[in-house]
């Protein structure tokens, strides 16, 4: 797990990487930041080859079974192809010689998009095998610790994070507006990336049976800035009230900002859709699925306060499927709405017909 961190640390700082897969050593490096495809290239002996999710070549009109594909560059490719590539829209669609050659990714390429997806940067790396002539070289910086090495197999489970290692930090009694009895409680990532916080409200331990529960994902622009994009800020405070009012229970404040794609992708894709695209489609021509949100520390934070059943406020069935694999008994669901306005009726209408939210007849009330 250490190494893991030190490479996602690294490729945030725009440094390659090497994982290997038996003999076969890569270079890596994420497209977002890089310098150049030609200093890669120099280090590793060899061309560089652009791996791009499934949900990229999608959007680009590519069928692929596979999750990931390698595309080989041409040389001298220009940073504007780069970026067509990696997150213009289908409209922007780059030339066939660019997309010649795609082949399925192999272990080493799969274990390079994931760590770009932990890293919560745009999900395209750019990956060198390492030559013969080369092989030297890239050992001796790793012995230097000039390189950091490990092993693709353990890059394609980071996404994951790491279950059960959830740490508890600290906590303080935090009197809410509308639930003055409450208190935090802080869980940090063993990478450091992300910290989750319990808002315990009332006295849960308390209840006899299902905890009233909310799991919700962080959204700066709603939540704190009151956004009218979307309806998370009011959802927040109706679950907090809402919780206060069921007599007590704990809301999962967790740090998932775009579904899990993080604020800055986020914010792309907001662009995106400003050019017309719905948020799942948006999220789909930056290389990513429909919900990239792990709940396994959800999981661990319910385990560590001790609660094993819940009623949960969710208009999500993916919470619920999520909270059950993971063992948590689910014994009922509440739906939690915010208001349906103007400027946030498509993102939620696509919520309820791509993603399957379950929302009753509330958009339908408003002619949705």
Request: with cysteine; net charge negative; aromatic share 4%.
């Amino acid at each position: 797990m250490y190494h893991i961190e030190r490479a996602i640390f690294d490729i945030r700082r725009g440094l390659p990487v090497v994982l290997k897969t038996g003999e076969q050593r890569l270079l890596v490096q994420a497209l977002e930041g890089s310098n150049s495809v030609d200093t890669l290239a120099k280090l590793a002996g060899t061309r560089p080859s652009l791996v791009l999710t499934r949900h990229r070549l999608e959007a680009m009109g590519m069928s692929l079974t596979a999750e990931a594909a390698c595309l080989p560059l041409v040389e001298s490719i220009s940073e504007s192809d780069l970026q067509a590539l990696a997150v213009m829209q289908a409209t922007h669609r780059p030339s066939h010689s660019l997309l010649s050659g795609l082949k399925p990714a192999g272990p080493g390429e799969r274990g390079a998009v994931t760590l770009m997806r932990r890293a919560l940067l745009i999900p395209a790396a750019l990956c060198a095998e390492v030559s013969e002539q080369a092989e030297e070289a890239v050992a001796q910086d790793v012995a230097k610790g000039k390189l950091l090495e490990i092993e693709a197999k353990e890059a394609e489970k980071c996404l994951a994070g790491a279950p059960g290692m959830l740490k508890r930090v600290s906590e303080a009694r935090i009197p809410l507006e509308d639930a003055a009895e409450s208190r935090f409680v802080l869980f940090r990532e063993p990478d450091g990336l992300r910290e989750h916080v319990a808002v315990v409200i009332g006295q849960p331990e308390n209840i006899q049976g299902a905890v009233p529960l909310r799991m919700h994902s962080a959204c700066l622009t709603g939540d704190l800035f009151g956004s009218l994009r979307c309806d998370c800020g009011e959802q927040l405070r109706n679950a907090v009230a809402d919780i206060k009012a069921m007599g007590g229970g704990v809301l999962l404040y967790l740090a998932q900002e775009g579904r899990g794609i993080g604020l800055a992708n986020k914010l792309r894709a907001y662009t995106l859709q400003d050019g017309g695209l719905d948020t799942v489609d948006a999220d789909q021509v930056l290389g990513f699925g429909d919900d990239e949100r792990q709940y396994a520390v959800a999981v661990d934070m319910l385990n560590a306060l001790g609660i094993s059943q819940v009623q949960l406020l969710t208009n999500n069935p993916l919470k619920i499927a999520a909270l059950r694999e993971g063992g948590i008994e689910v014994v009922s669901r509440q739906a939690l709405y915010g208001s349906v306005t103007d400027q946030n009726h498509r993102y939620l209408s696509a919520k309820a017909t791509r993603a399957g939210h379950l929302f009753g007849d509330v958009l339908e009330s408003r002619g949705l």
